[in-house]
């Protein structure tokens, strides 16, 4: 797999069956019993519900058909009104839990972590508080909503539910990072 460049693969030969890496037998025994039910249930909405779903509702779609009865919601205390608006909307489906990055209120000195103003108290943002928050309540999927690079790591990695991301952060181009992709200027500086 050195050199692997699927993103300049001109052919995508894989889509037609092709296996470029001859691990395709290999690939298949990893799907166990569980994993095997994830993907059918995501192929079944993609398969119904081709550019017909929002994101949001194809997370309530598949939840449902998973079973899901409790929904975590790991939000960035800068899309508190977002996630306010999501828990409404999945509240209508299952029991929701969220939990701000803020949670905890531990100090960034505690951590001799950097500052955004040093003139003022900051508290960090806390992935594995957020984590652990929900791991107690015994969610059954998590979703992450802006949280910052690394933060969204450690919350993933922490976390014992799957995790899903709705949003990611980017202050710059409102959440919105293919963004800087889709802008003559913002590709130019890359």
Not at 53 to 61: A, G, L
């Given at each position: 797999m050195n050199g692997l460049n699927c993103a300049s693969c001109q052919k995508k030969d894989c889509y037609n069956g092709k296996d470029c890496l001859d691990i395709k037998e290999e690939v298949k025994k990893l799907y166990k019993e569980h994993e095997i039910d994830v993907l059918k249930k995501s192929t079944a909405i993609e398969s119904r519900y081709y550019m017909e779903?929002?994101?949001?509702?194809?997370?309530?779609?598949?939840?449902?058909?998973?079973?899901?009865?409790?929904?975590?919601?790991?939000?960035?205390?800068?899309?508190?009104?977002?996630?306010?608006?999501?828990?409404?909307?999945?509240?209508k489906h299952f029991k929701v839990y969220s939990v701000?990055?803020?949670?905890?209120?531990?100090?960034?000195?505690?951590?001799?972590?950097?500052?955004?103003?040093?003139?003022?108290?900051?508290?960090?943002?806390?992935?594995?508080?957020?984590?652990?928050?929900?791991?107690?309540?015994?969610?059954?999927?998590?979703?992450?909503?802006?949280?910052?690079?690394?933060?969204?790591?450690?919350f993933t990695e922490h976390s014992q539910a799957p995790v899903t991301t709705l949003a990611v952060k980017d202050r710059v181009l409102a959440h919105n990072p293919l963004g800087a992709i889709y802008s003559k200027y913002y590709l130019n500086k890359f």
């Open positions: 779903k929002t994101r949001i509702e194809e997370i309530i779609i598949f939840s449902k058909m998973m079973k899901y009865k409790k929904i975590g919601l790991a939000f960035c205390v800068g899309l508190e009104e977002e996630a306010n608006i999501l828990h409404s909307i999945f509240k701000c990055c803020k949670v905890c209120g531990i100090n960034k000195k505690d951590f001799q972590l950097e500052k955004i103003d040093n003139e003022r108290r900051e508290s960090m943002c806390n992935p594995i508080g957020q984590a652990t928050v929900l791991n107690e309540k015994d969610t059954d999927l998590n979703i992450i909503i802006g949280l910052c690079i690394g933060h969204d790591i450690l």
